[in-house]
């Protein structure tokens, strides 16, 4: 996470593990509440055939509520266009999710025209509730990423959709353009105080875990900090992968409490070993034990 982002915050929690349930599968919303994802997202784009997105869209705040009982954040998948958009936000905003995903966001229009709908339909004058996480799955949105994740103070994260996006640039998944293309938006979100997610690649068969985990990997070598999935089966891998090692933790704590008993003495910061250690050091591993 940015460390310029006060703790506290949902952009300070880390969204290891994203697990996509269609919203209109009771069965399947009841699974993911007992599920380790850190973010359960209801999906009612793709995974909702047309003649059930209303239906989907009318049980979206009973899903939610079956969802609360669990300790993931929520979060909506909406549909484009704008007419069945903002059908889905009304819904969002009623149910009280902690986010809303924005598919194709081509353009930093997108995102300000769903900041100023989520405004009017919040209407109670606060700060904004519902976050925002654009779904960049086009050339053109990876051309404008930087504009795209400055566009409001609700996005909290961006993410890209390898699929769509391979397919309209006519590369493969897993080739150099998606590639670079995977990059440069996790530079752009990094640069703007957000939360990079996402794969780099595309995995078809959610059975095949050692190419599911390879991936994670590379993903993580690359920026990400977290990534979605469609079956519960991936969600352990993505939660070790993305998730703080033993040995991390073990240095937190050991730089937690040298920190902690040099604050006893009065002092500011300390040494630890060679390990030069002050409050900005201090805070980055408490937020890394939360995490863990």
Known sequence: ?????????LRDVGWRSMLYVPANRERFVRSAASSAADAVIL??????PAEHKAAARDGLADAVSTLRSGTASVAVRVNRPWTVMISDLKATVRAKVDMVIVPKSDDPSVIRTVDEALCELEGDGTSPAVKVIPLIESARGVRKIDDIVAASDRVVAASVGIGDLSLEMRATPDG???RHAFAE??????????VPLGLSGLIVSYADMDAFRALAELSRS??????SCIHPSQVGTLNEVFGPSAEEVAEA???????????RCGRGSTMMGDIFVDNANYQYAKRLLARA
């Open 253 to 263: 704590r050991r730089l937690v409490s040298a920190y902690e008993e040099a604050a």
């Open 185 to 194: 938006v996790v530079q752009a979100t990094r640069a703007a105080g957000r």
């Open 176 to 178: 150099p353009a998606i």
């Open 1 to 9: 996470m940015s460390d310029s982002v006060e703790p506290g915050s």
């Open 43 to 48: 999906d009612l784009e793709d995974a909702v």
């Open 222 to 227: 690359m920026g990400s900090t977290g990534a």
